[in-house]
T-cell receptor
Framework: EAGVAQSPRYKIIEKRQSVAFWCNPI?????LYWYQQILGQGPKLLIQ????????DSQLPKDRFSAERLKGVDSTLKIQPAKLEDSAVYLC????????????FGPGTRLTVT | QKEVEQNSGPLSVPEGAIASLNCTYS??????FFWYRQYSGKSPELIMF????GDKEDGRFTAQLNKASQYVSLLIRDSQPSDSATYLC????????????FGRGTSLIVHP
């Protein structure tokens, strides 16, 4: 069974530029999560999808971040414009159920904003 | 503000010893508790979860939950150098949305 795929793996941009991350969850997994993990901290949930609907986006900085999940499968997370404090690893995870009893993470995208 | 607290460590134990990792949480309504392992530069991977008071064992790992005291712990028996990693605690509150809140993790070093 293929795991959660993410791309790109690394990205370096200047502040005020825009960037997009892509995630392909495990086949059949209805729930998809985007997390931000800053160095030395635990992952912080940005947005959670159930199929193509948003379950929670209360911690998503909506003035600069946006996310969508087309047809309940792939998802993209966009930052526009980026700030220095957005430097982090962006993790995508998926789960077959709404509860994360079987939650699998992708390899992450390491973003550096200069 | 719902908080999940972990000592950042590092916790250093000799090979073969029991490693004990602790996590406290602020929301009494929390219903499910998860332990993840994260190797340096890698993504978290789920070790186990617990939702009832008491102990839950899975191989060398035992999760312990005490809802009255609002803490959950992870014991690793016969620790191996390959167990050296950061261990993340995550908590889900009751209410149906299943939003996980993570602690900052405890770094464990198992030395030969």
């Amino acid at each position: 069974e293929a795991g959660v795929a993410q791309s790109p793996r690394y990205k370096i941009i200047e502040k005020r530029q825009s960037v997009a991350f892509w995630c392909n969850p495990i086949s059949g997994h209805a729930t998809l999560y985007w997390y931000q993990q800053i160095l030395g901290q635990g992952p912080k949930l940005l947005i959670q999808f159930q199929n193509n609907g948003v379950v929670d986006d209360s911690q998503l900085p909506k003035d600069r971040f946006s996310a969508e999940r087309l047809k309940g499968v792939d998802s993209t997370l966009k930052i526009q414009p980026a700030k220095l404090e957005d430097s982090a690893v962006y993790l995508c995870a998926s789960s077959p159920l709404p509860e994360p009893y079987e939650q699998y993470f992708g390899p992450g995208t390491r973003l550096t904003v200069t | 503000q719902k908080e999940v607290e972990q000592n950042s460590g590092p916790l250093s134990v000799p090979e073969g010893a029991i490693a004990s990792l602790n996590c406290t949480y602020s929301d009494r309504g929390s219903q499910s508790f998860f332990w993840y392992r994260q190797y340096s530069g890698k993504s978290p991977e789920l070790i186990m979860f617990i939702y009832s008071n008491g102990d839950k064992e899975d191989g060398r790992f035992t999760a312990q939950l005490n809802k009255a005291s609002q803490y959950v712990s992870l014991l690793i028996r016969d620790s191996q150098p390959s167990d050296s990693a950061t261990y993340l605690c995550a908590v889900i509150q009751a209410g149906g949305s299943y939003i996980p809140t993570f602690g900052r993790g405890t770094s464990l070093i198992v030395h030969p």
